[in-house]
Every structure is written in structure tokens, then in C-alpha cells.
């Protein structure tokens, strides 16, 4: 009955709704985005836009932009499904010209690197989550960044996490991972490292 009752949620459920509404009633982009866990993935991400030398990133899911406050790039282009937190993420880095912010659905901008931080798992419906991913290797130019769970296992009402790397692997033969990095238990995530490098 449990498993019938979450099917029926399952199909109703909107990412698009979900988020907009969240951030609405004042949520924010959840607990990724502050602390350990947020100077961990800047870490890591910073390090690797210094070793390739990478000038301009568009990240596919800004959220509040909290996370954003700790990363290093010369441009930033950030894309939500959510006018709600766009409007606040404006704001917020409303004296940084560097930083931009639009509908995700609305870009056609490319950028060197393309970052999607514990965004994939939030997209329940399939045709979004494949959507999402065509969107992520379409507009970004060398490198792609995805910290995220790569394992089938529903976790919960808006957390569906599915196998990534193999679903990448078949439909984007133009791409290779170049590097997975696990994340330490210590740190209380679902998500780890992997990075994707475009082919000559």
C-alpha cells in the first residue's frame, strides 16, 4: 500500500513547482549549500578552475547563491528554475558584474565549465532529469562538474537518486570522466565528486 501511495505522489510531483514554492515560503537551498559541506565542494571546485585555468562557469541549479559566495571565477553565469530565488540571487551580487543570473530554461550562453551541485536527484520526473542532463553537456564548452549520488535508490518525497555516470557514458559518447573523487563519511552527504572533460 506504502509503495502504491508513493507511486501516486511520484507522478504528481513537480521539481518546478516543488522549488519555486520553497523558496517562496523562504526556504533556502538546503543544507549542501552552508558549512562543511559548502567549503568542501568549494574546495574542490576551486582547485580545479585553477589547475585548468577556467574563465567562465554557468552553473545549472544557483539556488540561494549561498554556495556561490565561496567560489573563484572570472564569469559566472547562474540558471534556476525558480524566478523567486533569481530575484533574491540579483539582489545579493546586484554590485558584482561578473555574476549573472537567469531561467534555466531560457539560456542559449555556453561557458568553459559547467557546475550541477547536488541538483539531479532533486528532479523526480525523468524526462526533466534527462532534459537536465542534455541542457548541462550541451552548454558547456570543456569541463563539466557534477557532485551528486551515482546509484539507483529512492530516498525520499523530493530525493530520487538514479546512476548518472552510466546514463552519461551512453548518450554522451563525447565526453569522459576524468577523475571521481569519494566523499569522506565524515561529511553527511549522499553526494560525490565526478568530473567530465569534453574530447578533442
Not at 67 to 73: A, D, F, G, K
Not at 129 to 153: P, T
Not at 171 to 196: A, Q
Request: hydrophobic letters at 35%; a negative charge.
Amino acid at each position: 500500500m506504502w509503495k502504491k501511495i508513493m507511486g501516486l505522489m511520484r507522478r504528481k510531483f513537480n521539481s518546478h513547482h516543488y522549488w519555486e514554492e520553497r523558496y517562496r515560503k523562504g526556504g533556502n537551498s538546503g543544507a549542501g549549500s552552508y558549512g562543511e559541506l559548502c567549503d568542501y565542494k568549494a574546495k574542490h571546485i576551486n582547485e580545479f578552475i585553477q589547475n585548468k585555468t577556467i574563465r567562465s562557469i554557468v552553473d545549472f541549479g544557483c539556488g540561494d547563491g549561498n554556495q556561490l559566495l565561496s567560489l573563484h571565477c572570472e564569469t559566472y553565469l547562474g540558471l534556476d528554475v525558480s524566478p523567486t530565488v533569481l530575484d533574491q540571487i540579483r539582489e545579493k551580487f546586484k554590485d558584482d558584474d561578473s555574476k549573472r543570473f537567469e531561467l534555466f530554461h531560457d539560456n542559449t550562453e555556453t561557458a568553459e565549465l559547467g557546475l550541477s551541485c547536488e541538483v539531479l536527484f532533486h528532479l523526480i520526473e525523468e524526462d526533466v532529469w534527462e532534459n537536465y542532463l542534455r541542457m548541462v553537456f550541451r552548454y558547456s564548452e570543456k569541463y563539466v562538474i557534477i557532485f551528486a549520488a551515482d546509484y539507483d535508490k529512492d530516498i525520499g518525497r523530493h530525493v530520487l537518486a538514479r546512476s548518472f555516470t552510466a546514463h552519461i557514458k551512453e548518450n554522451f559518447p563525447g565526453w569522459e570522466l576524468i577523475e571521481h573523487i569519494p566523499t569522506t563519511e565524515e561529511l553527511d552527504t549522499i553526494s560525490e565528486f565526478y568530473f567530465y572533460e569534453k574530447k578533442a
